[in-house]
């Protein structure tokens, strides 16, 4: 199975949590197992590419968050947030 890097613009037009609601809801029929066989691998397959777009949106988010710091004398700062 060829994965393509682009996501689908119906997907890249979700937001975080429109994407994840159908995620959601294509592993709870996929986990039913009634999908016949072509259903099934066409919902992985969007599931990958809903999972990608979550993930993507994450780091996004993740890097606009700043980390609020007061140095010794009181200042008030920011820097990224991160590790």
Same mark, same amino acid.
């Given at each position: 199975m060829k994965e393509s890097n682009?996501?689908?613009?119906? +997907?890249?037009?979700?937001?975080?949590?429109e994407a994840l609601a159908e995620l959601e809801k294509l592993v709870k029929q996929l986990?039913?197992?009634?999908?016949k066989l072509d259903d099934a691998i066409?919902?992985?397959?969007?599931?990958?590419?809903l999972k990608r777009?979550?993930?993507?949106?994450?780091?996004?988010?993740?890097?606009? +968050?700043?980390?609020?710091?007061?140095?010794?004398d009181g200042t008030i700062s920011t820097k990224p947030f991160g590790p």
């Amino acid at each position: 199975m060829k994965e393509s890097n682009t996501i689908p613009a119906d +997907i890249a037009a979700l937001s975080f949590e429109e994407a994840l609601a159908e995620l959601e809801k294509l592993v709870k029929q996929l986990e039913d197992g009634k999908a016949k066989l072509d259903d099934a691998i066409n919902a992985y397959q969007r599931g990958a590419l809903l999972k990608r777009h979550c993930e993507t949106k994450l780091r996004e988010a993740q890097a606009k +968050i700043e980390q609020i710091s007061v140095g010794p004398d009181g200042t008030i700062s920011t820097k990224p947030f991160g590790p």
